[in-house]
């Protein structure tokens, strides 16, 4: 399980582990937070194909799915 800040997670770098439409490398792009600092959204963006997507970024904590950094 990848530990996760969600404070940190703009500008973060990840590696998708099933890959689909040649996209892999995803940087995190976008975080908005309420008044109690809970994440409420948080938008992806594939690094070769520009394709932004909207994300739970509780999903980032399953390595199964994600890594941290691009590899």
């Known amino acids: 399980m990848n530990k996760i800040n969600p404070k940190a997670l703009i ?17 995190i792009t976008k975080v ?4 109690e600092q809970k994440v409420l959204e948080c938008i992806i963006e594939a690094v070769m194909t520009h394709h932004e997507y909207s994300i ?3 999903d980032l904590k399953i390595s199964e799915k994600w890594l941290i950094g691009w590899k």
């Open 32 to 35: 908005d937070f309420d008044e």
């Open 11 to 27: 500008n973060s770098k990840w590696t998708k582990v099933d890959i689909t439409n040649k996209e892999k490398h995803f940087v």
């Open 56 to 58: 739970d970024w509780r």
